[in-house]
């Protein structure tokens, strides 16, 4: 093998890289599962409000609401209506529901006659922009807490949409809004019943 | 000789053979095992009857042994089935919502597997809920736009308008002091008291309830009307309801000659076609037992052939135990803004309500009664409704509602630029205390528009429109 077919073959081999790294947009996940726990013995579940650490205020309902349509959708387990949720946040009288105690979920299963709570946290949700592209992100992390126990039996993140390198050389805006965070609840949800 | 007496034993045999499939009928099981043989159908009170006034009777005489007969009781309009009951009586009683000319089958089913089925019965039809003897009264327009709009103007030409298709409406002095008597500010809907009252002391039939979703003065001018005929008494009845949107740029046709420009001009015509729709009705012109809408041409295209699937819920849930021949009435509260327009909680039920009154099979809770009983309990659904909200309307003192439908609205952009809609709907079964539907759906009007402007929607009201009637479809279906 000589000089310049290794140049060309290193070449190849960097465009490579680059093309895999760069035209899926961001990709991100990760997740934990509690080896113990059955999850078949989940019949029902409430999903408290997400914790909302973007800037966007109306994000978190929208997420959330799109969330507990897709998990009810799988059929695989209950999802209590939000006003039902409420109720029983009310009834217990948590003041951050976002972030319940072990004692507050395990009141509110109570309440709500549940196996599981979900709880989780919105940590992007908007447009990113490098350059000229401009493209829409949305980053969620879930937890689901054994109301029984209060321990932590699943917990999962993901990332979707970004710039990808499709995006920076052709242009364009990327996927809407509601693709992206369909997106990524659709990978959540995979992680949950992998 | 041997040729004729062969011939004629064939003939013989053949006839023996057509004489024996002929006399042992029904052929589906044994003879001696048959409760039913054949039946009959027949309707009390005699047709024509009315829309909205009163049940009627249907009952299948059948010769057989009585008990361990399953019936379904299928009622079809033009061929097309609009609704089935299934019962183990030979009597079905059946209250019709909207008018067409009718027909019964009957299908029997006994115990050892034996099927009947009657013929068709006799055309039944079922006249409009009201008709031109029938005294109107014209509730001031309630304004769901967000914005300051001409609604004395609008219902003004409404009225006209109506008066002028030679209805009797009743005058607006003695309307003005029937709201003042009973402290009536709410015009968006009926309650009980306010409908026994209305009937009661100014003898109006029906009252027109007219809502105005969008008023955009210029550049374009826009124009979103939902009008809905509801019948007065103690438990006020939905008859009637449509909705039209226009937009000044809708049609620009060659040169521009086609644009509006002046928003009176459109919203005269905007309230002329929502009369026509409804003279359709009361001249009962519908081909079949839909009310006919006149929100855009394509209204009546079906949902899968519009712009493949573009306004079907992006996700949606179904629960294998929803039954809606066991579900009767239905009660659409209202939505929760999330952060969407002003009002747009209350438009988008509106919406919903419009295509449920599609359906023979579902009766739909008035808004307001619903709004009427939301306020007696002092019921503030914050994040949707509660199982113990679902426990009041179902009972049988307050909405007697099998199904409630309920839901959050997350985008309603109607005015400047494009317009775009986003909502979830949900959907909760009384009896078993479970959500049942549950959808996301959303659109914006320029989406799939590739050229000259092909597809595009102009209105919010075209959007939620057909949004709202691919929720229903899949629901009821």
Redesign the interface.
């Known amino acids: 093998m000589n000089v310049r077919d290794m140049r060309i073959r290193g070449c190849g081999l960097l465009l490579s890289v680059l093309l895999l790294t760069g035209c899926g947009g961001l990709q991100s996940r990760s997740v934990y599962f509690n080896p113990n726990m059955d999850f078949s013995s989940v019949q029902a579940v409430a999903v408290m409000p997400f914790e909302n650490l973007t800037t966007d205020?109306?994000a978190v309902?929208?997420v959330r609401?799109?969330f507990?349509?897709?998990l009810?959708?799988t059929?695989a387990m209950?999802?209590?209506?939000?006003?039902?949720?409420?109720?029983g946040i009310n009834r217990v009288g948590l003041r951050n529901p976002e972030a319940p105690t072990t004692e507050q979920i395990k009141a509110l299963s109570g309440v709500l006659n549940v196996q599981a709570v979900i709880v989780g946290v919105l940590r992007e949700y908007g447009a990113v922009r490098s350059g000229t592209a401009t493209s829409n992100v949305v980053s969620l992390s879930l937890q689901m807490i054994e109301t029984e126990s209060g321990a932590v039996v699943w917990s999962a993140s993901s990332t979707k949409g970004g710039i990808s390198m499709a995006d920076r050389l052709i242009g364009g805006g990327g996927q809407p809004m509601?693709k992206v965070t369909?997106d990524v609840i659709d990978d959540l949800l995979d992680q949950l019943f992998q | 000789m041997i040729f004729s007496i062969s011939f004629f034993n064939k003939v013989l045999r053949l006839l023996l053979v057509v004489a024996a499939v002929a006399t042992a009928a029904p052929l589906t099981a044994p003879a001696a095992a048959a409760a039913v043989a054949t039946g009959r159908v027949d309707a009390s009170p005699a047709a024509p009857g009315t829309a909205l006034a009163g049940p009627v009777r249907w009952s299948f005489a059948y010769a057989g042994e009585p008990g361990g007969v399953d019936f379904t009781y299928t009622l079809m309009e033009n061929g097309r089935a609009v609704l089935e009951h299934v019962a183990s009586e030979p009597e079905w009683v059946w209250y019709p919502r909207l008018p067409g000319n009718y027909q019964l089958k009957v299908t029997a089913v006994d115990g050892a597997g034996v099927i009947v089925a009657s013929g068709q019965s006799a055309h039944y039809r079922i006249a409009p809920a009201v008709d031109r003897d029938s005294l109107f009264a014209v509730l001031p327009a309630e304004n769901l736009s967000g914005v300051k709009a001409p609604l004395a103007f609008i219902g003004d030409v409404f009225s006209a308008s109506l008066a002028a298709g030679g209805l009797k409406l009743l005058g607006e002095p003695e309307l003005q002091d029937f709201l003042r008597r009973n402290r009536v500010r709410y015009t968006g809907g009926i309650g009980s008291r306010t409908g026994q009252a209305l009937k009661e002391e100014t003898g109006s039939d029906a009252v027109f309830v007219l809502s105005v979703e969008t008023y955009q003065q210029s550049g374009p001018p826009k124009i979103s009307l939902i009008g809905r005929l509801v019948l007065c008494g103690e438990r006020p009845e939905i008859a009637w309801m449509d909705s039209v949107g226009m937009s000044g740029d809708e049609a620009p046709g060659l040169l521009g000659l086609g644009l509006v420009s002046d928003d009176r001009k459109l919203m005269e015509k905007a309230v002329a076609r929502l009369i026509d729709s409804f003279v359709d009705y009361l001249e009962d012109r519908s081909d079949n037992a839909t009310v006919q809408s006149v929100s855009g041409a394509d209204e009546q295209t079906p949902v899968a052939a519009e712009g493949s699937g573009r306004f079907l819920p992006k996700t949606s849930y179904r629960s294998s135990d929803l039954d809606l021949k066991r579900l009767q009435s239905v009660a659409v509260l209202p939505f929760t803004n999330r952060f969407a327009r002003k009002n747009s909680g209350q438009l988008v039920p509106l919406y919903l309500i419009k295509q449920l009154m599609n359906h023979e099979s579902i009766r739909v809770i008035e808004p307001g009664l619903v709004r009427e009983a939301l306020l007696q309990f002092r019921i503030v659904m914050e994040g949707g409704p509660s199982l113990s909200v679902a426990d009041i309307m179902s009972s049988e003192s307050v909405l007697d509602a099998d199904l409630l439908i309920a839901g959050s609205v997350f985008d309603f952009q109607a005015l400047r630029g494009e317009p775009k809609v986003h909502f979830s709907v949900q959907a909760v079964e009384t009896r078993s205390r479970e959500v049942v539907w549950w959808s996301n759906s959303y659109a914006a009007g320029g989406e799939s528009v590739l050229l000259f402007n092909v597809g595009r929607i102009y209105t919010a009201h075209g959007l939620v429109d057909r949004l709202a009637k691919s929720v229903v479809s899949l629901l009821v279906e």
């Not at chain 1, 209950?78 to 109720?87: K, N, S």
Request: no cysteine.
């Open positions: 205020e109306h309902e929208r609401d799109a507990m349509g897709m009810l959708a059929d209950y999802v209590l209506p939000t006003g039902e949720v409420l109720r509601n369909e």
